[in-house]
């Protein structure tokens, strides 16, 4: 099946108790046992499972190609949780710039378990290489990266971890697994963010961890159980149907940002533009080997802070906000939103300037977007 039939059809679409076409939410905490010791009884308590998140991660699984997949409460949990498969002493290696939340959980959470980190630069292979200690135990993977879109080589990065035996996990949430497979190449688990393309209409919080390994899979469950951090009924059914327009909507989406990486990077008042589909992106060749598309999420930056905030003042469509991944435009500036709990050196170090905007395209029509952005910049 393709995409668009596979997101419909490809997994438990209808409800096996009512033969509802949209899975009941099933919004109960506990289940009535129908008599005592029942060993066949098939739910007890929603935290441990739901016929709706049962559903929910059925399509997760589908979606994700993958033999297990887990639902949490938000990305941060998928990735929390995925990170606590680490022990005391192991050495975990992230990317530089890999997510906010992430970085802060790292920093902030990590030691206190003796777990070690490093960040480097992924996009250098020999600095993966070098980074491994004797008690590396994992390789963290984020491309394209938050918020300059750089690139690293997922295949080549698994290689290396193989070599290793470590595991690998990779953030997906920038592509998700329609556009780009690390569990294809490998992978031993991807992490999305549901909160952005998945569910895609900026009304929910989730995330999920899927992996092809039953061992990796059964202990994440039970951290899953155990943490608490599972999604609500009514999340789940929103995200349920969120997915099934996931091809379509991202097909607009990708399609809006070549065009509109195009009309910035022609444009005199912008500095730089950063897009993976972009032929000039550092990235691009290494990109397109491991992604059929260059994402619906662009970064840009302008000559000066007050040119930024003029073009920000002018600009009517996008709405201005941290997210990414809705079907309306999103419009962010990561040094004061999913960067300020860096410091002003770490942000520099990064990239991550005053002047840099990132744009998540929505499926807006694309002339009435080319004309909002031609009329912002237009002072
Ligand atoms: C790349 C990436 N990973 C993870 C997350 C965290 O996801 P959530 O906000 O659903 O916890 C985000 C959120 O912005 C993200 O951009």
């Known amino acids: 099946m393709k995409d668009n039939t596979r997101l419909l059809h490809g997994y438990n679409v209808i409800d096996e108790y009512t033969g509802a076409a949209s899975i009941p939410i099933y919004q109960t905490s506990t289940f009535h046992n129908s008599e005592l010791y029942c ?39 998928a990735i929390t949780t995925s990170l606590m498969l680490l022990e005391a002493g192991n050495h975990v290696i992230f990317p ?29 292979l020999e600095e993966v290489k070098n980074s491994i200690k004797e008690n590396t135990r994992m390789i963290y993977i984020e491309t394209p990266s938050n918020p300059l879109l750089k690139i690293c080589d997922i295949d080549e990065i698994i290689k290396i971890a193989k070599d290793h035996n470590l595991l690998t996990v990779v953030d ?5 697994s329609l556009a780009q497979e690390p569990l294809k190449l490998g992978a031993d688990i991807v992490v999305e963010s549901v909160s952005k393309f998945i569910n895609g209409h900026s009304d929910v919080i ?36 969120g997915m099934k327009t996931m091809g379509i909507r991202l097909k607009e989406s990708v399609k809006n940002a070549q065009e509109i990486a195009e009309l910035l990077d022609k444009h ?34 302008l000559y000066n802070e007050e040119d930024m905030k003029e073009f920000l003042r002018r600009l009517e469509i996008p709405i201005l906000a941290v997210s990414l991944g809705g079907v309306e435009s999103i419009i962010s500036h ?20 005053d002047c840099l905007l990132r744009l998540s395209c929505g499926i807006e029509d694309i002339e009435d977007l080319i004309a909002d952005f031609e009329n912002a910049l237009d002072f």
């Open 39 to 77: 060993k066949k009884q098939k739910y007890q308590y929603s935290r441990f499972s739901n016929p709706t998140i049962d559903a929910l991660e059925d399509g997760f699984r589908c979606l994700e190609k993958s033999k297990y997949a887990v639902s949490f409460s938000s990305g941060m949990a």
């Open 96 to 124: 530089l710039e890999v997510y906010g939340g992430t970085c802060q959980f790292s920093n902030a959470i990590l030691p206190d378990f003796a777990i070690e980190r490093s960040y480097i630069d992924m996009a250098n």
């Open 172 to 176: 997906n949430t920038f592509m998700t």
């Open 206 to 241: 989730a995330g999920l961890a899927a992996t092809n390994d039953q061992e990796i899979y059964e202990k994440l469950k039970l951290y899953q159980k155990n943490f608490g951090a599972i999604v609500g009924v009514e999340d789940a059914w929103l995200i349920l149907r």
């Open 268 to 301: 005199p008042k912008v500095k730089n533009v950063y897009y993976p589909g972009l032929k000039t992106h550092p990235g691009h060749e290494v990109h397109f080997k491991q992604a059929t598309n260059g994402g619906a999420v662009l970064s840009f930056e």
């Open 334 to 353: 990561p040094a004061s939103m999913s960067h300020a709990c860096l410091s002003c050196e770490e942000r520099k170090k990064q990239g991550v300037t």
